[in-house]
């Protein structure tokens, strides 16, 4: 007989904690709803570039498209340089040159 009320309480146990649980679930639920409808709406990622960065974009685009040189600019060199009508101004390179050095290793 003993058994038969231990085994009848155990089962009213079982049922209450049962529906607290249940209970409980539907309060984390209820609690996680509202925390999403108060949180603030968060905005979707985006990029802008600047005005400088579609320029230089642009220019980046420009210089891939070239070939790097002048070709007009050293074929009229080389002309020049074939009819002995270029001349170096040596003091003037010589200034470049030392300028050049200066910026790389000074």
């Given at each position: 007989?003993?058994s038969?009320v231990?085994?009848?309480?155990q089962?009213?146990?079982?049922?209450?904690?049962?529906?607290?649980?249940?209970?409980?679930?539907?309060?984390?639920n209820?609690n996680?709803e509202?925390?999403?409808?108060?949180?603030?709406?968060?905005a979707?990622?985006?990029?802008?570039l600047?005005?400088?960065?579609?320029?230089l974009?642009?220019?980046?685009?420009?210089?891939?498209?070239?070939?790097?040189?002048?070709?007009?600019?050293?074929?009229?060199?080389?002309?020049?340089?074939?009819?002995?009508?270029?001349?170096?101004?040596a003091e003037k390179l010589a200034?470049?040159?030392?300028?050049?050095?200066?910026?790389?290793?000074?």
């Amino acid at each position: 007989m003993v058994s038969h009320v231990n085994k009848g309480q155990q089962q009213a146990n079982l049922l209450t904690n049962t529906k607290q649980q249940k209970l409980d679930l539907q309060k984390d639920n209820a609690n996680s709803e509202a925390a999403k409808s108060s949180a603030p709406k968060v905005a979707a990622d985006s990029v802008s570039l600047t005005p400088q960065a579609k320029q230089l974009k642009s220019l980046q685009d420009k210089a891939q498209q070239s070939s790097g040189f002048d070709s007009n600019k050293v074929e009229e060199l080389k002309k020049a340089i074939s009819e002995g009508k270029y001349q170096i101004d040596a003091e003037k390179l010589a200034k470049n040159i030392a300028a050049f050095e200066f910026d790389v290793y000074g």
